[in-house]
């Protein structure tokens, strides 16, 4: 799984918002998929971010623990970043 962080930083996670204004981290199977996601940030957000590798059963047992919505983006789903309300986690 990979998800994205700010370039230079393994601290924070980027959330996107739902619905109800509570943060959703992505946690996508594709590495492309978050590679495209990425790239689309930083072209629309100017944020410098970047594609981390992470474990998944690590990441949703560590989400499940601290209570962080999470979604998980797989090769079927199509993602573009809404650019509202986004923000970079750093819990």
């Known amino acids: 799984m990979w998800l994205l962080t700010e370039e230079g930083s393994r601290e924070g996670a980027y959330a996107v918002k739902d619905n109800e ?3 959703v981290l992505f946690l996508f199977q594709e ?3 978050a590679q495209r996601y990425c ?4 072209e629309a957000e100017e944020i410098g971010m970047e594609v981390v590798e992470v474990d998944e059963e690590v990441a949703i047992k560590a989400c ?5 919505k999470y979604t998980i983006v797989t090769s079927n789903d ?13 819990d």
């Open 39 to 42: 790239m689309q940030l930083r």
């Open 31 to 33: 590495e492309d998929d």
């Open 64 to 68: 499940e623990m601290y209570n962080y």
């Open 78 to 90: 199509f993602v573009i970043p809404s650019l509202q309300d986004d923000s970079v986690q750093k």
């Open 21 to 23: 204004g509570e943060k």
